[in-house]
């Protein structure tokens, strides 16, 4: 018979279907299958619908065979089968899908789940095979016929012998080249894990003959130094799971099954700290399985990590990595998403943009958030595990794109806190505030330790204020991006009005800074580039003086920006301004050398700025002029 060319713009067109639309030659076999499966399905639901029985899905398995010394791959079915017509508008038509038109004609059903729609994924086994045949005998037809291609060039269709029903499709896998290896797609390790990556969820059993080996049994007479013996055996393994967990009921699953799912899953020694299960029905359909990690992988806070869930189209991966179904702060979680209703790209590689993803991406955030929630309050200890692993990530999450997510995220936050020595809540510590509290306290330091020792905390404590520890360098970004809580303000410890003192006691500083406003004046000269001015506080006790800074950048946002900055000329300074205890007999000193005329003004001034600085936490110019200061002044 004369070869036929393609009812298209064939050459061109298949050309770009071979070497352009897919991006893994891998894909070949999904499609593969996947068509495979259609037509299998095909057959089981006419059966049903017209009330045959006898007709199992194991009784219809889609058989591989890999014939390495002749370069030979044949992946068949014993599905509906096509006539010499349907091979030539399914096969000879380029982009016209049999299964989009099957699925047409007989709408939705619950059983029976059509994956094809495009009439393009048998095209895919060029990729790999530079002859490929195809031989189908169609459903309560006594005819076979064999389609044959090498390409581009055109097709042939013959008429043969086949003793049952469906289809047999004979790869001849191209040989090696300099940059491309096909060999390995003759390789039964190879295909099998292809068949898991990819197909591990079609609903029919995947069979191959799987070269396996076994000990001998031993021999009635032989003696001690009998050596076992090992031999090769031929066994038809079924290669697919079939049925995917996330399709079974939650009854039927314990907390060791879905384990032992995330463990191999997710190639994750530990066991997650929570699953998720969910199935959703409406305007979007989906099936969900998540899990919280118990700890961070290596590459969690690197560039290098890939957020995003494994998505299904019927029991089909399309993608490993679907990052536009996990939001930036919750892309520690692991899982995937089964689902019929997205808008798939020519290749199944890529999606859509569509409002199916969106609606389902806002749905998992949200059962996300609601998960996180119940294990902050029925698990803590659990919650505190995932935090520690985390909880940068959700802070981040809530000072991003300008806090758009901050009241998704709030509640989700904990800081240590100085009254209960432990972990809280924002709510929490609401919870708790005392009647007059007007903030929400905050400090900020390397260490739980260290930001307890800031002057500043001495006056909170002594009036019982709960203060957060932020001790994270992203904290106070995140804090301020908070703004408020519960319509509870935020406030620093270093800020200028902590809300602490009653008008007589501002009223008290006031006067007393007209009062030594000479000195004050001459501290501030001799601190000229290193404070903006010098004032007196009444937020101090025991310690005789402490830093705060004016303006938006705090000492703390500084040092966090400067570790950061490349060069000098990206370096940032906050404004900061040395306050002074007036009860302290520090500043009675000051009051007796100002008296005096002392020269010695200036060099207290300098030695109390170095100490507000190592409080602080903050480099020092001049560590040897500073102890050198100190030692004169002993002297």
């Known amino acids: ?10 050459k061109r067109l298949l050309d770009l279907m071979i070497n352009s639309i897919y991006t893994h030659k891998e894909i070949f076999l999904r499609e593969l299958i996947s068509n495979a499966s259609d037509a299998t399905d095909k057959l089981y639901y006419n059966a049903m619908q017209e009330g045959k029985t006898g007709i199992t899905r194991d009784s219809l398995p889609i058989e591989l065979t890999l014939d390495k010394e002749n370069r030979k791959f044949v992946i068949e079915d014993h599905g509906c089968g096509m006539t010499a017509d349907e091979m030539e508008s399914n096969l000879g038509t380029i982009a016209r899908s049999g299964s989009l038109a099957f699925k047409q004609e007989n709408g939705k059903q619950d059983d029976i789940d059509i994956i094809g729609q495009f009439g393009v994924g048998f095209y895919a086994a060029f990729m790999v095979a530079s002859h490929v045949e195809v031989v189908s005998r169609a459903i309560g037809s006594e005819e076979a016929n064999r389609w044959e291609s090498d390409g581009a060039a055109g097709y042939v269709i013959t008429p043969c012998e086949k003793s049952d029903n469906g289809t047999r499709i004979t790869l001849t896998i191209k040989e090696n080249t300099e940059n491309e290896n096909y060999d390995e797609f003759l390789e039964s390790y190879h295909i099998q894990s292809l068949v898991k990556k990819y ?81 959703t029905e409406g305007a979007v359909t989906y099936t969900a399985m998540l899990f919280i990690p118990s700890h961070a992988s290596m590459d969690y806070y ?56 969106k609606a389902i991406a ?55 806190s100085t009254s209960e020595d432990k972990l809280v809540t924002l709510s929490e510590y609401v919870s708790r505030m005392k009647e007059e509290q007007k903030y929400i306290y905050y400090a900020c330091g390397e260490t739980v330790e260290k930001i307890k020792l800031l002057p500043a905390m001495e006056t909170l404590c002594d009036k019982g204020y709960e203060v957060l520890c932020l ?60 404070v903006s001015k010098v004032e007196l506080t009444g937020r101090l006790k025991s310690h005789p003086c402490c830093l705060r800074a004016e303006g938006p950048v705090t000492l703390e946002m500084e040092k966090v920006l400067n570790q950061q900055a490349m060069d000098e000329s990206q370096r940032v300074r906050a404004e900061r301004v040395l306050e002074l205890n007036a009860e302290h007999p520090v500043f009675r000193k000051l009051c007796a050398l100002q008296a005096e005329n002392s020269d010695q003004v200036a060099t207290y001034a300098d030695i109390l700025y170095t100490q507000a600085m190592l ?16 030692c004169e002044l002993i002297s």
């Open 471 to 530: 001790d994270d360098n992203i904290d106070e970004f995140c804090v301020k991006m908070l703004a408020k809580y519960n319509e509870k303000e935020f406030k620093s410890i270093t800020d200028a009005d902590l809300g602490l003192e009653s008008e007589d006691e501002k009223e008290e500083i006031k006067k007393l800074s007209e009062e030594n406003a000479g000195l004050l004046g001459k501290l501030g000269e001799a601190l000229t580039g290193k």
């Open 199 to 279: 197909s591990d969820y079609i609903r029919y059993p995947i069979k191959m003959d799987m070269i396996k080996s076994r000990m001998k049994d031993k021999p009635a007479d032989a003696g001690e130094d009998y050596q076992p013996e090992w031999e090769e055996y031929t066994e038809n393994s079924t290669l697919n799971s079939m049925v995917p967990i996330w399709k079974k009921s939650k009854s039927e699953l314990s907390d060791e099954d879905y384990n032992a799912f995330y463990r191999t899953k997710f190639y994750d020694y530990q066991a997650p700290l929570r699953h998720i299960h969910t199935s």
């Open 615 to 630: 409080i602080e936490g903050m480099p020092i110019d001049d560590p040897v002029a500073y102890a050198n200061a100190v």
């Open 1 to 10: 018979m004369a070869k036929k060319q393609f009812k298209a713009e064939s």
């Open 362 to 416: 806002q749905s998992i955030e949200k059962k996300i958030k609601s998960e996180l929630l119940k294990m902050q309050k029925d698990e803590r200890d659990n919650y505190e595990q995932f935090w520690r692993a985390f909880g940068r990530q959700l802070k981040y999450g809530a000072y991003a794109e300008y806090g758009a997510h901050k009241e998704l995220l709030q509640d989700l936050l904990m800081y240590h």
């Open 302 to 357: 690197t560039k290098d990590y890939e957020k995003g869930l494994q998505l299904y189209s019927n029991g089909v991966l399309i993608m490993d990595k679907c990052a536009d179904l996990l939001p930036d702060h919750f892309s520690f979680v692991r899982g995937m998403v089964d689902t019929a209703d997205l808008s798939l790209n020519i290749s199944r590689e890529m999606l859509q943009h569509d409002r199916h993803l």
